[in-house]
């Protein structure tokens, strides 16, 4: 076969395998669709009573008994409350870490700043313009670097998702 052939060949095939994907893609939607057109209210009520009937006739919660159903809670929220704790410490310690970044460029700006007033001095005595003083001297980040949240909303942002 030539290589001409061969080629004409794929491409067929792919603008085949192309048409079927855009059927399976019109079906799906028109199958979406459908779906939710079909759960009226009166029937999404049916078929809540069907499932409570079904469920009540075969008394899972008697064949497991009380006490173990109990205990497969607990167990369930003890796990979710732990979960929710490891995530919280994650973003305690990411912004702990954020916080020492702080410190460090706090530090690095404070010992910037007798630089910057002996060059200002100097200018001064000079005739120049005067250099104007940092805006800030606390030891926390500068002015309008993002904040990182305190631990404890960072927790609380974790177990309100």
Partial sequence: ?????????????????????DRA????????????LGWTPPRIVVA????GFLVGRAEPLARIGAARWLQLLGTASTMLASIRAAA???TAEEAAETAA????????AASAAPA????????????ARPQPAPTYTHAGPPPGAPRA???AEAATDVSER
């Fill in 1 to 21: 076969m030539r290589f001409e052939h061969l080629r004409q060949r794929v491409e067929r095939a792919e603008a085949r395998v192309q048409r079927c994907m």
């Fill in 25 to 36: 893609e019109d079906s799906r939607t028109r199958l979406r669709e459908h779906w939710r």
């Fill in 48 to 51: 809540g009573l069907v499932a």
């Fill in 88 to 90: 919280a410490s994650a």
């Fill in 101 to 108: 970044e702080g410190a460090a460029t706090a530090e690095f």
């Fill in 116 to 127: 910057q007033a002996a060059a200002a001095a100097a200018d001064a005595v000079a005739g």
């Fill in 149 to 151: 949240p305190a631990p």
